[in-house]
């Protein structure tokens, strides 16, 4: 059982207390008894605890910064959404594999805004230049916003926000089970709720800090039956031995536990596992007995954002890969709508 995330380090930007969700969080904070900080900017934050650069980054991934959002351009969010709304950065989770592990570089600490109103303006902005087609928003890009949520609600007041647009609409995907404060939300339709998920071996090797499958599986169910539209992103879809049963399993196992309200309106978002030359380096750094297949010769290099290009699987394998996923997807969903594979 993985209990509700519980920074061990609070760092305060000082305008972030001019913000009412700023004072809240102090005041939620020091009632919990949680060690807090003050730092001129989040850039500041440095001399965690820990002995050793190892000991640091686990000691960063339970500190928790409460700042504001300076930069109000969105990032594109291609092929889940036109834009990324940022409500946070970093997680709790240590999934081996993740892309975060370099985009957040030598601060792996988590962030968490608090001028959400002015988050929210931008993003209605965007929402008006690109009327009248309906605008979609990704969440989760940058961290597990389900994740803190429960000491936030950010996501809960952002899902509200959406729940009132005409045409805004918000997505987010998650590896936690903790969603009990986001059922009783008015989102209206207007907010697909997506969960993480992938057979056994992955998440029992490279999922360390998250919510084991059966957990996850439950929350959907709860989701479903709240009403919100329902999918599920198998991410990294992950060549290992035995993955074809490992796969069958997981598709099994969520048909058998959703309820029928979550079959009309499901989506499937399927990415192969990927990785660059920079991440294998922080990856072996930070979890130095991961078991993480990582050998370049194995894979085919692409072309990736930026001129930044990554190792994926060769074509034969990704197509077998493809195929397994989309007949087991066909056959326990039938009515379900794969987004992509990439």
């Known amino acids: 059982m993985i209990a509700p995330f519980t920074p061990k380090l609070v760092y305060f930007e000082p305008e972030a207390l001019n913000y009412p969700l700023g004072q809240t969080l102090k005041n939620k904070f020091e009632a919990m008894g949680l060690e807090i900080r003050y730092t001129t900017s989040h850039n500041q934050v440095r001399n965690l605890p ?7 980054y686990r000691t960063a991934k339970s500190t928790l910064v409460v700042g504001i959002r300076k930069t109000l351009k969105f990032d594109t969010s291609k092929p889940s ?15 081996h ?19 959400v109103e002015e988050i929210w303006a931008a993003a209605d902005q965007y929402i008006a230049e690109r009327a009248p087609e309906p605008t979609r928003f990704e969440a989760s890009c940058t961290s597990d916003i389900v994740g803190i949520d429960h000491l936030t609600h950010t996501l809960k007041r952002t899902i509200e ?13 998650t590896k936690f089970h903790h969603v009990d404060h986001l059922l009783d939300a008015a ?37 479903a039956r709240a009403g919100y539209p329902l999918g599920f992103i198998v991410a990294p879809v992950y060549w290992h031995e035995g ?65 930044i290009g990554k190792y994926i699987y060769p074509l034969e394998t990704e197509a077998e890969l493809r195929d397994h996923l989309y007949r087991e997807i066909g056959k326990w969903f039938p009515r379900a709508k794969i987004e992509y594979f990439t």
């Open 97 to 115: 594999y993740c892309y975060l592990q370099t985009t957040m570089g030598s601060k792996p600490y988590i962030r968490t805004y608090v001028n």
């Open 50 to 56: 820990g002995d050793t650069d190892l000991q640091k």
């Open 81 to 95: 959404a036109e834009y990324a709304i940022p409500l946070a950065t970093g997680c709790m989770g240590h999934c």
């Open 161 to 173: 926000h959406f729940g009132r647009s005409r045409l805004g609409r918000l997505r987010f995907v």
């Open 187 to 223: 989102h209206n339709g207007n907010t697909r709720f997506r969960f993480s998920v992938n057979a056994d071996f992955v998440i029992r090797h490279f999922e360390p800090g998250t919510s084991p499958l059966a957990q996850r599986i439950e929350a959907a169910g709860k989701v």
């Open 243 to 307: 993955w074809q049963e490992g796969y069958a399993r997981m598709f099994e196992q969520l048909h058998d536990t959703l309820p029928p309200e979550a079959m009309d309106n499901l989506t499937f978002e399927l990415i192969q596992h990927r990785f660059t030359r920079p991440a294998k380096q922080v990856i072996a750094r930070n979890y130095p007995m991961t078991r993480l297949e990582l050998d370049e010769a194995k894979r085919r290099y692409k072309w990736g954002r930026y001129g």
